[in-house]
């Protein structure tokens, strides 16, 4: 493939990533806004991150979403976890599996790190209007 | 649930994630290996990780697997990569999961983490015997 | 113990750790915060952090305050940093001795994580009307 | 050397890396915002960081702008990191250099620390009314 | 104070925290073994960290060794963890002590950073012939 | 460009920070121990990381040794800290720029890393045969 292959297959993969409206090009709002300052940049995460590797098989869009929050969350860098919330319920994780996926960190990376993404969660669900459904625990 | 029940549950939920045979018993191990020093903390992995987390619902034991391998490459803890490869292996995901899960994580944790991960999954395929399928990739 | 009953011993402790006033409910407001995502996240925190592992013995509240303040700031995290300088305070440490610990982690963590955690317990000390009482430094 | 000869040096040292304007005595304004809570940190950075260490042969100020640069954006401490891009723009670096280190560590961190990180870089540049110079990148 | 002031007071200050016998000059090893390669670097240990950050008053030695010790857990700097219980154990920490600083930590790091320090800790207690006394825990 | 020109691109590049013995081919000894679990990282790091970063103008090799080599001390992650002090040195690094390099980041990551790298250091010199010239340091 040459550069522009991947680009347009980067764009391609992206966008099963991505909804019509708000949040809709966030990966390319980043692209936008590295323009002045490093352009290759947004061009390696189109073809290198999403031309390259999330268009590999073996996993589903679900599960890269949910393997790529789990680094977030551990990492705690939370500007990428919020859009990261975002391209994972686009591509079809419930905020139930993603919350839950929080919750299996606790015992790894310990509560501060859960708490914070709990908190960037929480803003992602409202400005999309969606919640998580309530659930009986343990008595 | 009072502790004996939580213990009894995470046992029980542990068994899922761990085979008859040589690596069976990795974390009754670990329990074993902590008894001098600090038996609490095996009991605590017991009633606290596998009887009230792993045990809740809404994510698959091989989601709660690949999340927890996610969040340990990341992190570069690599004894207890190997450990959640041999039980990510035995709750049913398969040698091209975990591989691709690594693969996933290149941009959002560098090469270095990912190196260090795949020489721990070759070390844990090779005791298991099992391998990863080749698959034509991009050319 | 059963839940309930590790519940209100963990609530029991947690009121060692704060005072009636202002931050007096922080984790309670945590744990109300966490209402809709992820109630059982505040409940762990209860029942397992402070149930379970402040309620040992072998260390002081003070001790024990000490000890979480100094994996927060080496982590970086800094609004369970802000919590604990709080709950710290109300467990008996004198300021001095919070900021001593955070001086005493310059050669183990180099000062920018310290230049940040002094920052939070500039804005903690200053909301409590506590100050650090000065000493005089080598010259 | 005693310690005000220590400090003198490290105050020398550190006029190096800072323009007379607006930024110009940020780490002066860190003495000062330190003077109540840690006087003595504020002179350990002159003293020991700009006086011991900045102070040594081998590395040119721009190497060590560099090498600093690189290890704050891996470790993801932004206050500092805008610190020393600004450090490093005075001591020689152009913003072409800074920018392309970032870019030099996207396989070695992956890219949320790079993001971040160009996101403080562009504020800084923007205060300083420097640019990147455009560059024609592969096609 | 000049450098030989510091230096002196320095080593002083060490010895509290090294015993006559095998590990007694663990900190001495390291400037040897530093000597051919960075001498300076053993120098700013003694001088700056020991020398000091160390010799302030404000926290007991006992206070600074749990510190450090719990900083090295979080950041699973373990050749450093397994120096710092021998130091901590000769200024007067009991195992039990140290043990249960990690045990604290499990909220704060998860479970990963914990068992691996109880790996190195086993090591040390079991190379300086002390155990940690039994305690009942919860039933 | 297609991926054979990208590849092509990053051998010859990778070959101006390889020797002709010993550790000449130590990436592509990566390659190879890569083949039978995840032939298409070794081809990543060729591709994406040397064929596209690496060949980027505006840092030299030596820069862009310095602030990998950075970044690598400031991770923690040994196995590739010792490939990149090989890469540096045959970039044409020099050892006392390397061992400064550490140096200099004892402010920012505090003396465990600093440590931990400068025995890194110390074994790829000895199996090169290099040396840190003395200096003088200040008494």
Redesign the interface.
Known sequence: ???NERYEKGIEKLMEFTTENDEASTHLK?VE??K??????G???IE??YG???T????TNQ??A???I????????E??LELHINTGLTAGLTP??I??????????????????A??V??KV?SQRGV??KG?E???
Chains 1, 2, 3, 4, 5, 6 share one sequence.
């Not at 590999?56 to 996993?59: I, K, M, Q, S």
């Not at 919350?99 to 914070?116: D, H």
């Open positions: 493939m040459n550069n980043i806004h590295l002045d300052i490093a352009p290759e940049v061009q390696y995460i290198f991150a390259e590797i999330y590999r098989g073996r996993l599960q890269r949910l393997v790529t789990a680094s977030l969350v551990t990492q705690g860098t500007p990428q139930e599996e919350v839950e996926s929080f919750v299996q960190l606790i015992p790894y990376t310990g509560f501060p790190r859960i708490l914070n709990l908190t969660a929480k669900f919640a998580v659930e625990v343990h008595s």
